[in-house]
């Protein structure tokens, strides 16, 4: 079973447009992340929830709309796309820290985003 | 601010051994991670490090020094397959994990 899932893995699509990422994790976690990555792999932080809260609102375009139906999901929705938006958005989770040493975030396996 | 500097590029030979480096500035700090992530690929975990000093993983280690707010990986034996790009990330005060741009590291045979 996939920890960690998003759809879709490629995603062409023409400016102006509104799309959808999906993400869903599989491993009871509390935190979900949306990662972009761009051309010069530089791996960003966007958005955080935990436990379908919002903790962390980067400085990205109000374009840019997290939902989080439960605390399994984080969608990241994207309206007037852009061509700048072209790259790699990254899902990932991880256990809130608590007493937990080793926390890391797991990743999915991404999503290819070419906005033409 | 917050900021996390590694090398952009490093190379290295087959059966060597490097260093990469990291250095971090952040509000807080609740450990220290490094992930390996190959081209088109996730990024995947390698190491922890919450507490000063060194953790051995097989030919992976990961040194941590919160005073200095330093950290290095060590990668023994070199393999092609790990011509990869490793990357440094740090967990906040805030629980927030912030990446550093990544050091893409080149084996050559």
């Known amino acids: 079973d996939t920890a960690v899932s998003q759809t879709p893995k490629y995603l062409v699509t023409q400016m102006g447009n509104d799309k959808s990422i999906k993400c869903e994790q599989n491993?009871?976690?509390?935190?979900m992340y949306w990662y972009k990555q761009d051309s010069k792999k530089f791996l960003k932080i966007m958005f955080s929830y935990n436990n379908k809260e919002l903790i962390i609102n980067e400085t990205v375009p109000n374009r840019f709309s997290p939902k989080s139906p439960d605390k399994a999901h984080l969608n990241l929705h994207i309206n007037s796309l852009e061509l700048g938006d072209s790259a790699v958005y990254f899902c990932a989770s991880s256990q809130d820290k608590g007493w937990v040493s080793n926390t890391e975030a797991f990743f999915g396996q991404g999503t290819r985003l070419t906005v033409v | 601010g917050q900021n996390i500097d590694q090398p952009t590029e490093m190379t290295a030979t087959e059966g060597a051994i490097v260093q990469i480096n990291c250095t971090y500035q952040?509000?807080?700090?609740?450990?220290l991670f490094w992930y390996q992530q190959h081209a088109g690929e996730a990024p995947t975990f390698l190491s922890y490090n919450v507490l000063d000093g060194l953790e051995e993983k097989g030919r992976f280690s990961s040194f941590l020094s919160r005073s200095k707010g330093y950290s290095y990986l060590l990668l023994k034996e070199l393999q092609m397959k790990d011509s990869a790009s490793y990357l440094c990330a740090v967990r906040g005060g805030d629980d927030k994990i912030i990446f550093g741009k990544g050091t893409r590291l080149h084996i050559l045979p």
């Open positions: 952040t509000s807080g700090f609740n450990g």
């Open positions: 491993l009871g976690h509390d935190t």
